[in-house]
């Protein structure tokens, strides 16, 4: 018989599971989350950035990882490729991986066949 544990969040949502390894785990990544998001505030405020972890998030919102499909011929087949690309980080973006010492580009781009 499999008991419901309960897990209230600081931003008001109640989250069920189902066991208690489901809600280990959930419990673990938001403290994990929650330090990475500590660290990050952190490491902006010793260098004079003193925005909200919400305005911050919502800077980088606009920066994004994009998947593009395509059919390309390949021994006379017909293959579906993806490529994974960034898009162009705006200046707030830069200037906020800067302080955070990341590339500003953050991920290569990627082509590989959908079918492999």
Request: glycine fraction near 2%; include cysteine; aromatic fraction near 6%.
């Amino acid at each position: 018989m499999s008991k419901t544990t309960l897990i209230s969040v600081s931003y008001n949502a109640i989250i069920f599971h189902q066991n208690e390894k489901s809600a280990n785990a959930h419990l673990f990544i938001s403290v994990l989350a929650y330090h990475i998001l500590h660290s990050i505030e952190y490491k902006l405020q010793q260098h004079g950035e003193n925005r909200c972890w919400a305005s911050i998030r919502e800077s980088l919102s606009t920066h994004q990882r994009l998947t593009i499909e395509h059919n390309v011929k390949k021994n006379n087949k017909i293959v579906r490729q993806h490529m994974r690309v960034c898009s162009q980080p705006e200046p707030d973006h830069k200037n906020i991986y800067r302080l955070l010492g990341l590339k500003v580009i953050p991920l290569p781009r990627n082509l590989y066949d959908a079918n492999a």
